[in-house]
């Protein structure tokens, strides 16, 4: 994402005409989204894997095998 970012902040900086900042603010508004869906994910995964925890910390500790 952050190559993504970077790429298209470059077309930003050089558009000239009207169009290509209409195009390169496009293309940064679809980067933009992306990371947003992305940090959901992310955030989502943390959640699920706390909940995971702590349902096995309840449990209490596992009995040693024999």
Known sequence: M???DRAVSTTY???ETA???RSAAAQMLC???AM???AVLAALVVLR???MQHEKALRGPVPAAV
């Open 36 to 38: 947003i869906a992305a």
């Open 49 to 51: 894997l706390t909940r």
């Open 2 to 4: 952050q190559v993504t």
């Open 13 to 15: 900086r050089r558009a």
């Open 31 to 33: 980067v933009d989204i």
């Open 19 to 21: 169009e290509e900042l």
